[in-house]
């Protein structure tokens, strides 16, 4: 394929998916400033009190998102949408503004549903993220810093089954994502909750996140993990993910060499450094298993845990109500398990 053709497909593609983008704007009711005033002693800075009787709507951000039924559903990130108690203003190409509506946000991964009340609209197609390869073309498009819409970026896929920690908003959040893919496609604060595509103009992935410091190094959620989500909602209103109710660490031949454990494979179950923090909720799953923190869990359903198989990842793939069996190391002893799953609310 010459570079021509390969224009051709990245400008065919983008205009399959670009009526389908939307610009997200996050407002606030904040409380209004009145009598403003320059401030004294020559300070270039206007000063003014703060009436908290009365408020007033201001813009505190922006993000992308895309279409992806007629009806009004699109797909964001969930920290793009993550606060309850900001507005959501959906900005569609033809410049039109709709209030958006947060369906529901995913309890596990950066992904959240919203809804407009309008029908007839654009849409993109789905592909299969489990079939891209490393070194393939892709493209994202978004609201590059909340400003600029439908900004195009293109590049590679650079890697597959990333594992990185994300802000979720200021208070501190984070939210720890496995499986996600990396690429070298200019993605910025804007381009999140944007569509990744492939030269068919298919979504291969939700833009979610960049290293600051760092060149040409972006992260995007494989649409696959979205695409449950969607059958969720349409289905029951929600999305709907299984849930066990413990912090852990997977072990590695470092781990327990660093903390002489029995085993270098497993989840050692222990909190987290947040305050108040505990390493089994109470009345979970686990909980009622009778799982206890320091235990390690070496397998689920018989099948060995590793770092390339996590534990929530293959909680992920049991559904709600599954009954599941975990071996347990507790000191010098080995236990099995046994509860049922509920619903992550």
Same mark, same amino acid.
């Given at each position: 394929?010459?570079?021509?053709? &390969?224009?051709?497909?990245?400008?065919?593609?983008?205009?399959?998916?670009? #009526?389908?983008?939307?610009?997200?704007?996050?407002?606030? &009711? $904040? #409380?209004?400033?009145?009598?403003?005033?320059?401030?004294?002693?020559?300070?270039?800075?206007?000063?003014?009190?703060?009436?908290?009787?009365?408020?007033?709507?201001?813009?505190?951000?922006?993000?992308?998102?895309?279409?992806?039924? #007629?009806?009004?559903?699109? +797909?964001?990130?969930?920290?793009?949408?993550?606060?309850?108690?900001?507005?959501?203003? !959906?900005?569609?190409?033809?410049?039109?503004?709709?209030?958006?509506?947060?369906?529901?946000?995913?309890? !596990?991964?950066?992904?959240?549903?919203?809804?407009?009340?309008?029908?007839?609209?654009?849409?993109?197609?789905?592909?299969?993220?489990?079939?891209?390869?490393?070194?393939?073309?892709?493209?994202?498009?978004?609201?590059?810093?909340?400003?600029?819409?439908?900004?195009?970026?293109?590049?590679?896929?650079?890697?597959?089954?990333?594992?990185?920690?994300?802000? *979720?908003?200021?208070?501190?959040?984070?939210?720890?994502?496995?499986?996600?893919?990396?690429?070298?496609?200019?993605?910025?604060?804007?381009?999140?909750?944007?569509?990744?595509?492939?030269?068919?103009?298919?979504?291969?992935?939700?833009?979610?996140?960049? !290293?600051?410091?760092?060149?040409?190094?972006?992260?995007?959620?494989?649409?696959?993990?979205?695409?449950? %989500?969607?059958?969720?909602?349409?289905? &029951?209103?929600?999305?709907?993910?299984?849930?066990?109710?413990?912090?852990?660490?997977?072990?590695?031949?470092?781990?327990?060499?660093?903390?002489?454990?029995?085993?270098?494979?497993?989840?050692?179950?222990?909190?987290? &450094?947040?305050?108040?923090?505990?390493?089994?909720?109470?009345?979970?799953?686990?909980?009622?298993?009778?799982?206890?923190?320091?235990?390690?869990?070496?397998? +689920?359903?018989?099948?060995?845990?590793?770092?390339?198989?996590? $534990?929530?990842?293959?909680?992920?793939?049991?559904?709600?109500? %599954?009954?599941?069996? *975990?071996?347990?190391?507790?000191?010098?002893?080995? +236990?099995?398990?046994?509860?049922?799953?509920?619903?992550?609310?």
């Amino acid at each position: 394929m010459n570079s021509s053709d &390969h224009d051709k497909l990245t400008i065919d593609s983008v205009k399959k998916v670009a #009526p389908a983008v939307v610009s997200i704007v996050i407002s606030k &009711h $904040l #409380p209004k400033i009145k009598g403003l005033y320059p401030a004294p002693f020559m300070n270039p800075f206007i000063f003014g009190d703060v009436d908290p009787s009365q408020t007033e709507k201001v813009k505190i951000g922006g993000g992308s998102g895309f279409i992806v039924h #007629p009806d009004g559903l699109l +797909l964001t990130n969930k920290h793009v949408v993550f606060d309850a108690d900001s507005e959501y203003t !959906i900005i569609t190409t033809d410049g039109s503004e709709y209030p958006g509506k947060v369906v529901s946000r995913d309890p !596990i991964n950066d992904i959240a549903v919203v809804k407009i009340n309008v029908k007839g609209l654009p849409f993109v197609r789905l592909g299969n993220s489990s079939k891209l390869e490393p070194g393939q073309t892709v493209i994202a498009i978004g609201n590059a810093l909340g400003m600029f819409s439908n900004t195009v970026s293109k590049g590679i896929i650079s890697g597959l089954s990333r594992k990185i920690s994300a802000s *979720l908003g200021t208070g501190g959040q984070m939210e720890h994502l496995r499986g996600v893919l990396q690429t070298d496609v200019a993605i910025n604060q804007g381009n999140s909750g944007g569509p990744l595509i492939n030269l068919d103009g298919e979504v291969v992935g939700i833009n979610t996140a960049i !290293i600051y410091g760092a060149q040409n190094i972006g992260f995007s959620i494989p649409i696959n993990w979205a695409k449950q %989500d969607l059958e969720d909602i349409i289905q &029951h209103g929600r999305i709907i993910k299984p849930f066990i109710g413990l912090q852990y660490v997977m072990l590695n031949k470092a781990l327990q060499k660093q903390y002489t454990l029995s085993t270098d494979h497993g989840a050692l179950v222990v909190r987290d &450094h947040v305050p108040d923090s505990v390493a089994v909720v109470p009345n979970s799953p686990a909980h009622k298993a009778g799982v206890v923190e320091n235990d390690i869990i070496t397998a +689920l359903n018989g099948e060995e845990l590793t770092e390339d198989k996590d $534990l929530q990842d293959m909680i992920q793939k049991c559904t709600v109500g %599954d009954d599941i069996e *975990l071996k347990v190391i507790r000191k010098n002893e080995t +236990l099995n398990l046994k509860t049922k799953l509920v619903e992550r609310k």
